[in-house]
């Protein structure tokens, strides 16, 4: 779908992959959310696998945006401003390194701009720690199971989890 209408991928990992893809699919120029599995060691894995913390995989959020609506730039400070990415290998009550701070990047340009945006954050005195977030190279994105994809949207419900 992202390369027949140029569009663009981003994958963004920042805690439960339920909000963050709840509050990314209400940006304008976002056209589709997957939630999903990304950095591990295990092909295909289930959500139980993942939260054994035994895969390496980190719970991420695929996003597909029109980068004439949006831009990276933004979609870099939604992410940044739905978590705390000072904190390590966990978000509020979920701990585990499914629930890293990750940006996952698809192109030299992204990879430049996360660098760049996560520079700029942390020497703006905003946060009293430094970010945490680590910058990778996209690998294998693996959808997570069915009843995870939408879950907010599906269940009515607006999140609270992130801030």
Wanted: glycine share 10%; aromatic share 14%.
């Amino acid at each position: 779908m992202a390369e027949a209408e140029n569009l663009e991928q981003a994958t963004f990992g920042a805690g439960c992959f339920w909000g963050v893809e709840y509050f990314f699919s209400e940006q304008d120029g976002v056209v589709g959310t997957a939630v999903g599995y990304m950095g591990g060691t295990v092909d295909n894995p289930t959500y139980e696998q993942v939260c054994s913390g035994r895969t390496g995989h980190t719970e991420v959020v695929q996003v597909t945006y029109d980068p004439a609506r949006v831009s990276y730039d933004e979609l870099l400070a939604v992410f940044f401003g739905l978590h705390d990415p000072t904190q390590v290998n966990r978000q509020g009550p979920d701990i585990g390194t499914q629930y890293r701070s990750v940006i996952f990047y698809h192109t030299p340009e992204q990879e430049t701009a996360a660098r760049a945006f996560k520079q700029k954050l942390d020497a703006s005195g905003e946060f009293d720690r430094p970010i945490a977030t680590t910058i990778e190279p996209a690998q294998t994105f693996w959808p997570a199971e069915d009843y995870h994809q939408e879950y907010y949207r599906k269940k009515g419900i607006v999140p609270t989890c992130h801030r």
